[in-house]
Structure formats: C-alpha cells, structure tokens
C-alpha cells in the first residue's frame, strides 16, 4: 500500500483498483497537476450555468463541448461556442439531482447518474425514489433508458464506457460496480469486494476510469474529521 499525502493520523484520501492496488497520487497532486495544465491554455471568458446551481460533474466531447449536471437542480446543461442550453430539463426521464456525467459520443449517448439525495436535504426536481443510470440522446437530449441500481441504499456516482460500448458505473453506498452491456435492459454486477465498502457514515466508491493497460480503476473516499495542533 502507497500512503497518500497528509498527516499519519488524518489520511486525505485511499483509492484503488479493482484488485485493490492502491493509486499513488493523491487527490492534492491530481488537482495541482490540473491546475498547471490550465494555466498553460489560454483563458476564455467563463460561461454560468442556471442560478444558484451546483455542478457536481462535467463531462466533453472531441469538439470541446461540455455537458454539466447538477446536484441540486438536476438536468444537464451543454456549453458549445461560449453559450449555455438546457439540454436535459430538470427532472427529465424521471431523473432526480444528477451526479456523473459522461458523453459518449460513439454510442451518441450522454450517460447520467440520477439520485435521490433528500435525506442530505437536497430535494432535487421530482419524487423519484432509488439511484439510477440514466441515458439521453446526446444531441437532442431526449431520454433513451433508465437503469436502477438494485441495492436501497445505492448512490449512482460515475460513469465510463469500455470500448466494446459496455458501461461501467461506481456506487458510492455499496461496494459494487455495475454493468451495462449495449442493448442491455437492466444493470449487472461486474465487480464486488468487501474493501470497496463504503466506511462507516462515508462514501466509498467514487471515481472510475479505464487505463491504457485495459484495466479498469476506481477510487475509493473517505473524509474525515480531524483536528490539527498548531
């Protein structure tokens, strides 16, 4: 195991692959890592979303578009060209407050995680109970499928596309990572293991991606409250 920065009694974060190797980065050296590679592009001028929005996840295509959600209003919102459009109204295929987001432009499919998350006291735009992989049409917008994650106590968090077309989804509240074959009607189990489980009040599971070797990777999150002598 690769210890990530922080204090020995306070770590910032753990993250792994499916067969449990720890990432050697941590979260503060991917943000700066971020940070320096926008610093070296040149600046636009910034494009709002809907008032008093909270993006939680953005996702783009090859022609720098980019696709927004939201977690406490839902919908997606596209930006092209410097201009912000509703593409996916706020409760739109009975979606909730949007969380992952993904355009794959191969499938022209935009891949959503909807959730209910009032019991963070976030209503969202509509009364839809569960976690869900939702999918739209990534032009139009207009909804395509739903897929409900099967354990009650889910939260659909990411999302990534292999290149047979399959997509993969984390789950933030159980330690599962979903399915979902093209032309598939439900989600399946992919992967399971006990040190993917969420601890104790937190979040397990959070961001998943596919490397150039063909595996498939996911982080872990755990945040902690921890006092600091000065």
């Given at each position: 195991?690769?210890?990530?920065?922080?204090?020995?009694?306070?770590?910032?974060?753990?993250?792994?692959?499916?067969?449990?190797?720890?990432?050697?980065?941590?979260?503060?050296?991917?943000?700066?890592?971020?940070?320096?590679?926008?610093?070296?592009?040149?600046?636009?001028?910034?494009?709002?979303?809907?008032d008093?929005?909270?993006p939680?996840?953005?996702t783009?295509?090859?022609?720098?578009?980019?696709?927004?959600?939201?977690?406490?209003?839902?919908?997606v919102?596209?930006?092209?060209?410097?201009?912000?459009?509703?593409?996916?109204?706020?409760?739109?295929?009975?979606?909730?407050?949007?969380?992952?987001v993904?355009?794959?432009?191969?499938?022209?499919?935009?891949?959503?995680?909807?959730?209910?998350?009032s019991?963070?006291?976030?209503?969202?735009?509509?009364?839809?109970?569960?976690?869900?992989?939702?999918?739209?049409?990534?032009?139009?917008?207009?909804p395509?499928?739903?897929?409900?994650?099967?354990?009650p106590?889910?939260?659909?968090?990411?999302?990534?596309?292999?290149?047979?077309?399959?997509?993969?989804?984390s789950?933030?509240?159980?330690p599962?990572?979903?399915?979902?074959?093209?032309?598939?009607?439900?989600?399946?189990?992919?992967?399971?293991?006990?040190?993917?489980?969420?601890?104790?009040?937190?979040?397990?599971?959070?961001?998943?991606?596919?490397?150039?070797?063909?595996?498939?990777?996911?982080?872990?999150?755990?945040?902690q409250n921890?006092?600091?002598?000065?």
């Amino acid at each position: 195991m690769i210890k990530n920065n922080g204090d020995a009694a306070c770590p910032r974060a753990k993250g792994g692959s499916l067969n449990i190797r720890r990432a050697s980065l941590s979260a503060t050296v991917i943000i700066l890592a971020l940070g320096t590679a926008g610093a070296a592009s040149a600046e636009t001028a910034p494009v709002g979303v809907p008032d008093k929005s909270f993006p939680e996840s953005v996702t783009s295509t090859s022609d720098g578009t980019l696709y927004v959600g939201s977690f406490n209003q839902g919908g997606v919102t596209k930006i092209a060209g410097g201009k912000a459009e509703q593409l996916v109204k706020p409760g739109a295929g009975d979606s909730r407050s949007t969380l992952g987001v993904l355009a794959d432009e191969k499938s022209g499919t935009l891949y959503v995680c909807s959730n209910d998350i009032s019991g963070f006291g976030v209503a969202g735009p509509s009364e839809t109970k569960g976690a869900w992989l939702k999918t739209f049409d990534l032009k139009s917008g207009a909804p395509k499928g739903s897929f409900a994650l099967s354990d009650p106590k889910s939260l659909c968090n990411d999302i990534v596309v292999g290149a047979d077309g399959t997509a993969y989804v984390s789950d933030s509240f159980t330690p599962i990572v979903y399915s979902l074959k093209p032309g598939g009607t439900a989600l399946a189990t992919f992967a399971t293991d006990p040190q993917l489980a969420p601890a104790k009040d937190g979040v397990g599971l959070d961001g998943i991606a596919i490397g150039a070797d063909g595996n498939l990777y996911v982080t872990t999150f755990i945040r902690q409250n921890c006092s600091r002598s000065r």
